[in-house]
Structures are given as structure tokens and as C-alpha cells.
């Protein structure tokens, strides 16, 4: 299939094709009823990429696992939404291993594709979850927490950082003091005036979240459907009877009075795992790209707020942007002289960064430490171990690191621009613009689109580009001096 970003369309198959490959792209250059099928499986394995392009939240599934309750229709629609479909939970609110262990293990996959999982303040109290992938490693979804009143314990599970990261929203200005409390404990807490589904998930559409599972109750889940932020829905019915009239449900209220009125499922799949039956379908349909997404001009023409990029000001986060390039987490490698004066290839510009917070520190566990991220296979694996473990054990990290780290970042920016002309290309046709790397969290290294950032990527680059600027006038200089 072609990319899903505009401006990046075709330049793959254009450099395979002038290399002399064939290249069929399904649905152009190949069709039949087998072809459709191919071409609806590479959109369904790029689904959080495709939305990404097509609108501005993650991919969102909801997830729940529910026992068999049912009842008969008594003829009022109504009737049946009081008694209820099914059940998450006992009427005391024991929720506590309603699937098998085979479905829970699904539950962990589908975790280990997430960029985060959502729950609602009620899950917290009530289940104090952990919210972990459990799969032995590899990638660890941050937690997400939607509270709009902060009635939060201060004990809970989701409070323990060490392996992975959460974030609490909620209302702006709801209990400061438990704000504080959290803070002390390394939990980030982002305020929003009016707390609702849709402006979270373009909060974290913009933080660069490609997917998102809610795990959360019957309450968010029904606020989060309204809000349209929910394309997917896993059902995991368990062959259970709990029973209970106040016991709740899978979705809360949606203000739905009659049976004509109800969501249908697109695309619904039966799955046996274990004793349980998976429901698995979408609430919303695939995005057709095709016809839908403007050039960036147009979409410049369109609304100038949601563009990539201004006329004197380049914004560039996640290495998909169009000036993703200049950030950190490019999959660029390069080579950088060790201690002994060796040149040692490190996968990326963060991967050197990262193992740099490390090197000098006579620890056996510091050497540990950076051969691991060193081998870690993605910028985001190295940039997790490397922040973890400073967290952790800030004894392994060098004393003098943060009066070096803007100087070990501009080093390895330089190698990364210097050894790769293309790079270095689009770098000096950024002249005579700012350049800000727009992270909504790095109030370091990111500035933010409002400026509140200090910007120092941003920074760096600009004095890169007027460096290299400088030597190109210079060799200019020198070639008409040589003529």
C-alpha cells in the first residue's frame, strides 16, 4: 500500500522502481477479490498510521471482558438498557478475573501494540491495576489516568514508576495538593479546562501517540463512544452468570431509547480463545486515504493552525513529520569515538545520548547499562532504559552530565548531519527559519508550539545550519579565488 502521509507517498516505490524492482501497489496495479483482501490486511496492520494521517487522535481501541447475563427482550428497549446485557463486575464491584488466562494473555498483546492504556478514576480505586505488558519485556505502554475530580488514592500501583511511566489528566485546578503529591512521586500531571475524551486524545495525538487502549468502565467508556475517539471494540465474553441488578456494564449511558438507535459493529470477528468467545469489530470505518488527505498546501490554504510548518517558524517532533528528520529518534546511525579513540556505530543520535549519560562511571552495572541500550532496537527502547535507570540508580549517572549533555546532543547531531548529504540538504534549506522541536512534554530539549519550551534541539540545529552555511560560502569563496 502506499504511505499513508502525503508527503511521503510514492518515494519509496519511486526508489525501488528506478532500481529496476517491479513494485505492484494492491489495488492499482494489481486487482482481483484476493488483492482487496491483501490490500484491507496491510490497512488493518497500519491502522494506527492510517488514522494518524486521516484525523487528529490515536487509534483507539476499547477493551472489556463481560460475562454471559442476559436477558430477554421485554418489548421496551429501555427495559433491557436497566437490566443490563452483560457484566464486568459483581454488584459489590469485583472485577477480578472474569476471562480465562488465555484471554488475559491477548489482553497483554494487545498492551504490547499500544502506545498507552486508559483508565478511569473508578478502575483505579476499585481494581488498583498495574497496567504492565507482562510479555518478558520489549515495549511497555505508558498508563494513562482520566480523572476529572482527582479522587485518587494515594497507594496505588499505577504510582510506581519503575518500569514505566504514567501520566494522571484531569480538570484544571481539581485538588493541587494530591497535583503536588503525585509530582513528588515522578507522575506527570496535565490539567485541561474542560475535561472531555476528544481533547485528550488530540493532546496525545499531538505528544505523538499512534494507539491507545481503553481499559477502562462503563462510565469513560460511554463518555469516550459519544465523544467518536473509540474506533475498536474487543468483547471478551466469559461463559459466566454473576447476576445482579446493580452489577455494571460493559458501556455506561449513551441516552439511547430505542433498539434502532444502536451502534452496529463493522467488520465483525468470532474468535474462541480458551472457554471465552472474542467480539471484535469497528464502530467507525477505515479511513479511505486516497481522496481524503490534501497536499500540505492545501491543507496550509485550508486552516494555517493545523500545517506542519509556518513560513519563518519549522516545527518538527516524530520522525513520521515532514521534518521529522531533525529529530533525535531518526533512524540515522552514526559513528562516534569512544574513550580509547575507536569509532563506535550507534544506531541513532538518542542511543549515543542515552548511553552517554553512562560512560566514565567505574560501575560494572554503568557498562551494563550502555551495552544495553546500545543494542536496544528502537530510539525509544534506548531512551526508556536510559531514563529509567536514571531515575532509578542516579548513582550510575556521570557527575558531570548535566553541564555536558547539550555538548554530547550538538556532537551527535553533527555526525548524523554531516555524513548524510540529503540531511544536510534539507538542514540549510531551512535558512532563515526558527526551528522548534515541538514536543508538548520536553520543556528541555522541545519549545513547544507555544513557545513555553527552551527549545535547545531547536537551538543546536540552528547553529549547525549556520556552520555549515558558513563553510559552504567559505568553499564557494575558495573555488572563485581558485578560478
Known sequence: MRHPLQ?????AIRALR????????LGEDMQSKLVEEARKACLLVNLPF????ASRVPFSVLKYAMTLDAVKYMGHFRRCCLDGIGKIAASSGHAAWISSKLSRNRVFELRGRSDAIIVGGNTVRRDNPRLTARHGGGHM???IVLSQSLDLPEEANLWDLSDVSTVVVTQRGA??????????KGVEVVEFDILNPRDVM?????RGYLSILWECGGTLAASAISSGVIHKVFAFVAPKIIGGKNAPSPVGELGMVEMSQALDLIDVCFEQIGPDMLISGFLQPIPDLTPTIPSEDETFAIDPTVAPFETSIIFFYKTWDLYGAFSNFSPHPIQMPDEDGNYVTWFSVEHYYQA???IGVSNPLAQDCIDKIKSAKSPEEAARMGRLTQRRQPHLVRSDWESVKIDVMYRALKCKFS?????NSMLLSTAGSVLVEASPHDLFWGGRRDGEGLNYLGRLLMKLRSEFLGESSAASENTCIAL
Open 175 to 184: 485538588r493541587r495538593s494530591f497535583q503536588r503529591y503525585l509530582a513528588s
Open 419 to 423: 555524513i548524510y548529504p540529503h540531511l
Open 141 to 143: 505502554p505508558i498508563r
Open 202 to 206: 488530540e493532546y496525545f495525538h499531538d
Open 7 to 11: 508527503h511521503l507517498r510514492g518515494n
Open 356 to 358: 552517554n549519560k553512562f
Open 50 to 53: 492510517v488514522h494518524r494521517a
Open 18 to 25: 528506478s532500481q529496476g524492482l517491479q513494485v505492484d501497489v
